[in-house]
């Protein structure tokens, strides 16, 4: 067979990058279906409308919606707000389990023992971690410095809780003593590029996507190496990477700090395909894995 029947085969039988993923921006999150090149709304959580949460949430706290991530194997979707506020919400029933007033909130993450770390950024109350225990609402146990808090990634295999600030990658162990669990750091590195960190998230390789205000980056947390990923870098104002198997979703900024829509892919940048989100301003997108 010569390469160039091989190269049409492979075209022929491409299969096009699909899957399920939750985009949020404004008040909402939404679960899109993406198949065969057509984009469906399956599921919709408005703060506006929900009837399980004190006025403030609805009217204010949860107005700009920065983080959307499937928990609990997609059975919960953990939410934060530069707004001002973070809620775990029941994807079966719409519900919210767990609720927190936090100036900035840009990321979080659940930790073993119905614990949940948040990431708050550039706020005069803000520029830190804080330590919830699920169980009681807006009733923080701990709190660390974070400047510009971007992201909370908890890696089950290393037993550690990656945070992303403005120029750092931060790890830190989970001690439980008779004062009650505690975060410790443990290690830290320097971003690379223009610094101001965006978005920390999974690789399916077991590292991670670190976005820059100037580039999109492969960390890897056992040699402590930065490496810029060449479908993405130099890309200004990427607000969010995603990564499931051989699928990537990402957010450019479009307008000033939101976007119209997102991009999917393949891992080298081929069978790229833009989805637009109408009535939203876009911010992050995250795979349902």
Not at 22 to 33: H, S
Not at 79 to 101: C, E, H, N, P, W
Not at 104 to 112: E, I, K, V
């Amino acid at each position: 067979m010569t390469m160039m029947l091989l190269g049409m085969l492979l075209a022929a039988t491409s299969v096009e990058v699909s899957g399920l993923v939750y985009a949020c921006g404004d008040d909402q999150v939404r679960e899109l279906k993406i198949d065969n090149k057509a984009t469906t709304e399956s599921w919709r959580w408005s703060a506006k409308t929900a009837t399980d949460l004190p006025r403030d949430y609805g009217d204010r706290l949860l107005g700009h919606i920065d983080e959307c991530k499937p928990v609990e194997d997609g059975r919960a979707i953990l939410v934060t707000a530069s707004t001002g506020g973070a809620v775990l919400i029941d994807r079966a029933t719409g519900k919210v389990r767990f609720r927190a007033r936090v100036p900035m909130a840009h990321s979080a993450a659940l930790l073993p023992g119905g614990l949940v770390a948040i990431a708050l950024s550039i706020d005069p109350a803000g520029d830190r971690l804080d330590l919830y225990d699920l169980r009681h609402s807006e009733r923080v146990i701990q709190t660390l410095p974070l400047p510009s808090g971007h992201g909370a990634v908890w890696d089950e295999r290393r037993q550690r809780l990656f945070a992303l600030s403005h120029d750092l990658v931060q790890a830190f162990r989970l001690d439980r003593g008779a004062a009650g669990p505690r975060l410790v750091e443990s290690a830290r590195w320097s971003l690379p590029g223009r610094h101001d960190g965006h978005d920390l998230s999974p690789a399916p390789d077991g590292g991670y996507f670190v976005t820059t205000d100037d580039g999109v980056w492969r960390f890897d947390p056992d040699g402590g190496s930065f490496a810029a990923y060449a479908p993405l870098n130099p890309g200004r104002q990427v607000k969010a990477v995603s990564a499931v198997d051989d699928r990537i979703a990402w957010v450019q900024a479009e307008a000033s700090w939101w976007a119209h829509g997102f991009t999917v892919m393949r891992p080298d940048g081929s069978d790229r395909r833009h989805v637009p989100v109408p009535d939203l301003h876009l911010y992050k997108v995250r795979w349902v894995r």
